[in-house]
């Protein structure tokens, strides 16, 4: 194998555990919000277009949380053990949340509001992420065995 197919292949896999990830996320981020949504609406009529707003934002923050902070687990999976990269990634995904929570401080309305809104916001978002991480590793692994099996 040449070192240029190596590269393109490392380069591949790098992306696909990427989506992975993003994908896992984005499902983690919908189902636990909209079991949060029926928990907190519990008795109380609402709508189902009342979810739509809290499902998109809960979704683009988890893919934001994970595209960045995930990076330790995407680009070096493989390399390390996956806990320790899961480990760096719960360090980073706090770091990447954090500094989000703060900007939001910092721009947010004069009655802190939005600021507030964001920080509670930010709890389910590290959660989600962070679980999505071990999670995307079952799917990597699987598609990985199975790749193996057929290709290798």
Do not use: K
Request: glycine fraction near 12%; aromatic fraction near 8%; hydrophobic fraction near 55%.
């Amino acid at each position: 194998m040449s070192e240029a197919s190596a590269v393109g292949g490392r380069g591949q896999r790098t992306v696909r555990q990427l989506l992975v990830l993003l994908f896992v996320g984005v499902i983690i981020a919908v189902l636990g919000t909209s079991v949060l949504f029926a928990l907190g609406t519990a008795g109380v009529p609402r709508s189902v277009e009342e979810l739509g707003p809290p499902l998109l934002y809960f979704a683009l923050g988890v893919s934001a949380a994970l595209a960045l902070g995930g990076a330790p687990y995407y680009l070096g999976r493989g390399t390390a053990p996956w806990f320790v990269l899961w480990a760096l990634c719960v360090a980073a995904i706090l770091a990447v949340v954090g500094v989000g929570v703060m900007a939001a401080g910092a721009l947010g309305s004069p009655d802190s509001t939005w600021s507030l809104s964001i920080a509670a916001a930010a709890i389910p978002t590290c959660v989600y992420a962070v679980a999505a991480v071990p999670a995307a590793e079952l799917v990597n692994a699987r598609v990985d065995r199975r790749s193996s099996v057929h290709y290798g």
